[in-house]
């Protein structure tokens, strides 16, 4: 096996991937937005309402991998220039997913960090890509990959030059059907033990089932992870795609609250020493 040179936690201290205002890997950071960029109306009035709620980012697809070549692929240059839009009328910086090598260099114009999705993290054209480019990249655990095989899929986009990525633990595919996959929680403290990136959690694509991603992302604050990735529609029953595990705006705000109390206890207990044991 190939030693890691770029990766390891012990290759370089901490670090912190700055986009924009937002610094990843201090404090706790949520990233919420469609699974798709659908319309401006869309993308304008779910932005508008994650940006209340207290969202620090925006996320929305415009290249959608899909599993079924019929569903909705997504609006792609369009799609953009309304995520963009969306953007910059909030405030808030935006992720996106590149699916392709070729399209790296123009995306770039438009997203403030890339996302590499589950099914590419082994895109090693795509990872090198990437790697050349220069904006932070958010690399989603593949849902078939090991700790080890996610590792070096970083070790690619970092021994091409991009020192900035953010890893996202997204689940997994496991023998359990209740859920869409299963979220791997143990990957955070893991992943924070092996590298020495950022780590936020997607409850989202790990569940599939709104009922099912706040208390997941409370654990995800547990477990130290760094922030998540959510996904969050003004009117999910009409959404095109991922529609059965998307948040609405109220349920959205109900869950930040949460989230805040929570975040706020767990500072407050790193700042106070712990009992001594018995001796
Ligand atoms: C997404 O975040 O839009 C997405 C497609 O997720 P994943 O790659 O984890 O399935
Ligand atoms: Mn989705």
């Not at 023998?175 to 929680?185: A, H, S, V």
């Not at 991922?242 to 705006?249: A, M």
Request: glycine residues 8%.
């Amino acid at each position: 096996m190939e030693q890691l040179k770029l990766a390891a936690r012990n290759a370089r201290k901490k670090t912190i991937v700055p986009v924009k205002q937002v610094r990843i890997g201090e404090g706790f950071v949520v990233i919420a937005g469609p699974c798709s960029v659908e319309s401006e109306e869309q993308m304008l009035i779910t932005a508008r309402m994650v940006k209340e709620a207290g969202a620090d980012m925006l996320r929305g697809g415009a290249f959608k991998p899909r599993t079924s070549p019929y569903a909705f692929q997504g609006l792609g240059l369009e799609g953009l220039k309304i995520l963009e839009k969306a953007g910059r009328e909030t405030g808030l910086p935006v992720v996106t997913e590149v699916v392709d090598p070729r399209d790296v260099t123009w995306v770039c114009e438009f997203a403030d960090v890339l996302q590499i999705g589950t099914r590419n993290m082994q895109n090693f054209a795509l990872l090198k890509e990437v790697g050349k480019a220069n904006k932070p990249v958010l690399l989603k655990r593949g849902m078939y990959s090991s700790l080890k095989e996610w590792l070096y899929s970083i070790e690619y986009i970092l021994n091409a030059g991009n020192p900035h990525v953010i890893l996202c633990e997204r689940g997994i595919r496991t023998f359990e059907t209740y859920t869409r996959n299963t979220l791997d929680i143990s990957a955070v403290p893991a992943m924070k033990e092996l590298t020495h990136l950022p780590i936020i959690v997607d409850p989202s694509h790990a569940t599939g089932r709104v009922s099912m991603i706040e208390s997941m992302s409370l654990a995800a604050v547990s477990a130290g992870a760094d922030g998540l990735l959510v996904e969050v529609h003004f009117k999910p029953e009409i959404a095109l795609s991922d529609k059965d595990q998307q948040l609405n705006p109220r349920q959205f705000k109900q869950m930040m609250w949460k989230l805040r109390k929570l975040v706020q206890f767990h500072q407050q207990l790193a700042k106070q020493k712990s009992p001594r044991g018995e001796t």
